[in-house]
């Protein structure tokens, strides 16, 4: 490999030019390996000796080894730890796998075999990996979610929601995937294709485990505004539409022969004047309830239609709307109609009841389908500067007087409007006003081997029946390759030495739960795993976990804004109502970083434009990938790698790495001597990069220390030379801000400059409040414009005397000329513009 892509000019005769990137790694890989400089103290955080943080980051999935993103997103990440451990925080670095899923099942179905060995070796591949990356991680830590030890608290956690009736099973339809042969939950499913191998999903009903979340989706909203200052607003806006609170009513329609009544949900009550026909989700069971025998064969058929549909398609608002009469007609509530009842698809069985009063005049879905089936079309709200739905088949939305609408006649807005009518309808005894959520439960069942095996065992005298907490872990029977292939149902339910056991509750012939759990259960709390990893009374020790509690900062991709993110957050609600956690909120910030694309494109393998890590690793080197990651931009922007250069970045550090060199003072020399102008350069920088780091501006910061460099070599090439200490408090001062990004070249820098390893245990330097202020600044002055002068002044000058300085300077005055002055507009302390 060649090291050395510097272009500055030698050195002092005999001493080196550059580093040898690889030789440098090797050895300190070796170091650290020996020192563990990271392992956080437990006991210092219980004490309270030391003020803890606890960074952490996304863990991966094991599917080969490192990528560009992975590369990326650790160094970000490992700025701020080490900044961190620089101020003199007690850190807690982790890092595991979330080895659970299904790309090691395909794999294992593939090379016919146990997707443990296809796992735990790109496991040992990341890890190997990571630490060559210089990450510091604390490894004592690592956990791996596949793990028994691991899992046996993922069961008993589930078996303890169970008991407070947040884990139940029921029948529903659900999101199927035909290629993966299993369920996927709503979050799961992207623009109506699987998210992990892209089929086209459909509906499927089967009986499937749920955890309660809609329990807790009011707290999981109001808590958003808590998250909101350190939170991405993107993720806190994705998180609200998500849960989608809405205020309403239901509203009860009376089905003639029904004895109970079609129950409704609707944000607009004040617009029942305007129902004209109800809607029904053709999947949902009220439908097949309500069908009339004569309409049957025309509704089982469109429904064998629908269930080929995605959710997402359709929720479409441009797809073309279909439906069938079900035959049966119920009551408007406040006007006595007879209205017609329909399925369709655009309405889904998992919101609300299942079913819609349909106001085509004001929703333009509903207006769709009535222009289609030639259903009525009656305006009950005048929207100002719109005309007639039933004439144009353009829906108006928004305020206006009330129409046709007896009950609301001079009722001036809708908040008002909205008011009177559940006021009606709770008088008369045919509706409530309520709240709705668009949150639904979260559907945890998957009929795929590779996962947590559900504690549940079924036994037609006892019905379900918990694995009892002292024989958990339930774990995996010894599947391979061709046993693991989908078949509908779970592979488990073939494996009959597994399956068939006793109940545990009567002794007689029972079976297992052959379903494991959705692999969003696994990382729902492996954060606070890491508190106490090798804890085996619970799935934590409690006392550490409310010690290092929230996280302090959360780092990872804008992709889980919903998925993961909101499921962690009600995992840790749950574990602070069963007193085992002090924060009801696990990351107390979060940090989402970009892409890395290349060429403009997203890399793909299809498209060719894949950048390789390791590639770049063996000709650049370790340090100038991180710097160039974390140089190129904000965190929250992509990074084209085309347009990077990381020979420059390496440029750069053999450029830093040379000052270190050059430093022929004491170690214990005192700076306090040294030259005043690059001191104060030093401690600017210093304050500056405190700012920056804190402010997640860590590109600024790398652009300080660049400064701090060039500042450095040019007072050491003018005549200050290497033997001021000033020189040593600057080359040290890099060597710090260097160790945040690129740590094989400050440990290096730090070991030449005659310390110990590690770097990244010396204190953050101290500054000196009287270096960061300005002697003087350069007040410009301008003339029609255009610069005329520079003057020296101090920083507090008055208008007045910049003013008088300005117009009393020999170059000033030559340039007036003896022109009359006009005007002087003055920016203390910076700028004079004179107009003649």
Known sequence: MSTDHSTDSAGPAGEATSYDVASVEAKWQQVWEDLQPFVADDAAVL???????????????????????????????????????????????????DSFGLPAENAAIRNDEHPATYTYANIETQYDSFKKFGLSFDWSRRLHTSDPEYYRWTQWLFLRFRERGLAYRRNSPVNWCPNDQTVLANEQVVDGTCERCGATVTKRELTQWYFKITDYAQELLDDLEVLAPTWPD???????????????????????GREAPLTVYTTRPDTLYGATFMVVAADAALAAELVTDEQRPAYEAYL??????????????????????????ATNPVNGEQIPIWAADYVLADYGTGAIMAVPAHDQRDLDFAKVFDLPVRRVVDVPGT???????????????????????????????????????????????????????????????????IPIVHCEACGEVAVPDDQLPVTLPELRGADLKPKGVSPLAAATDWVNVDCPSCGGPATRDSDTMDTFVDSSWYFLRYCSPGYTEGPFDVELAKAWMPADIYIGGVEHAVLHLLYARFFTKVLADMGMLDVREPFAAQLNQGFVINHGKKMSKSLGNGVNLGAQLEEFGVDAVRLTLVFAGPPEDDIDWAEMSPSGSLRFLQRAWRLSGDV?????????????ALRRVTHRTVDDAQTLVESHRFNVMLARTMELVNATRKAIDTGVGGADPAVREAAETVA?????????????????????PSVAHAPWPVVDPALLVEESVTAVVQIQGKVKARLEVAPDITAADLEARALADDTVVAAIAGREVRKVIVREPKLVNVVV
């Open 47 to 97: 004490a309270g000796e030391r003020e803890k943080r606890y960074a952490l980051t996304m863990f991966p999935y094991p599917s080969g080894d490192l990528h560009m993103g992975h590369a990326e997103v650790t160094a970000l990440h490992d700025v701020v730890s080490r900044y961190w451990r620089f101020r003199g925080y007690e850190v807690m670095n982790p890092m595991g796998w």
């Open 234 to 256: 993107r993720v806190v806006t994705a998180q609200r539409n998500w849960i989608g609170r809405s205020e309403g009513a239901h509203v009860d329609f009376v089905v003639p």
């Open 304 to 329: 064998e239609q629908v269930r080929t549909a995605s959710e997402i398609e359709r929720m479409a608002t441009d797809r073309p709307k279909t439906g069938v009469f079900l035959g049966v007609h």
């Open 387 to 453: 005309d007639d739905p039933a004439v144009t088949f353009e829906a108006t939305v928004g305020d206006g007087a009330y129409v046709n609408s007896p009950l609301l006649e001079g009722v001036e807005t809708k908040a008002d409007g909205v008011r009177r009518a559940i006021e009606h309808l709770q008088a008369e005894g045919l509706g409530q006003g309520t709240v709705n959520f668009r949150l639904r439960d979260w559907l945890l069942s998957r009929q795929r081997y590779w996962g947590v095996p």
């Open 664 to 676: 022929t003072s004491a170690p214990d020399a005192d700076p306090a001597t040294g030259d005043v």
């Open 736 to 756: 710090k801000l260097l160790s945040m990004v690129a740590p094989y070249v400050a440990e290096e820098m730090w070991e030449r400059l005659g310390h110990a």
